[in-house]
């Protein structure tokens, strides 16, 4: 089912490059358009605007923006697993959204509480709902961290 862009609407432009590597870029739908055919994107770190094939848009939210990082040591060594959260906040401020206080969490004077196989990092508010910010392994890619938030929900834990 196609799916309708809005001018001003958001977006994530999930591609590959021209060496073939995956790509994430942000910007700006530049004229209301449908996911079948081609969408105008104004990037945030381009001049201009290209022409992008609608399958390759996301409409960004918080909890679309992960950061991809290479290296289990990120999440076992305590003193880089501090700055994981703030890492993630770059990436939300890079795709033009904002998070204006972080509070870690902590089990001592260690950063990350661990919650499975994953590392609770910190947590915000964003439009009146609590997030938290957790690190884990990738599952597609064990040498890959991701980090990523997700609302939640006092009840059931995470809502994803």
């Known amino acids: 089912m196609p799916r309708s862009f809005r001018s001003g609407q958001r977006v994530r432009v999930s591609t590959v490059d ?9 910007g700006t739908v530049g004229a209301d358009a449908v996911s079948n055919g081609r969408i105008a994107v104004i990037y945030d770190d381009l001049a201009g605007s290209d022409l992008v094939d609608g399958s390759e848009i ?11 990082l290479t290296g289990t040591d ?6 880089l697993r501090a700055g994981l959260a703030e890492l993630w906040r770059a990436e939300v ?8 206080t972080l509070f870690p ?56």
Request: proline fraction near 2%; glycine fraction near 8%; aromatic fraction near 8%.
């Open 105 to 160: 969490m902590e089990k001592g004077d260690v950063i990350g509480v661990a919650d499975g196989e994953h590392f609770l990092l910190a947590e915000f508010t964003y439009n009146g709902e609590t997030w938290v910010v957790r690190g884990a392994l990738a599952s597609d890619d064990p040498t890959m961290v991701v980090i990523r938030a997700d609302r939640m929900n006092r009840w059931n834990g995470f809502i994803h």
């Open 74 to 79: 990120l999440l076992n060594d305590t003193s």
């Open 93 to 100: 401020s890079r795709a033009g959204l904002v998070i204006t």
């Open 58 to 68: 996301e409409l960004l939210d918080l909890d679309l923006i992960e950061l991809r």
């Open 18 to 26: 021209t060496d073939g590597l995956p790509m994430v870029r942000y």
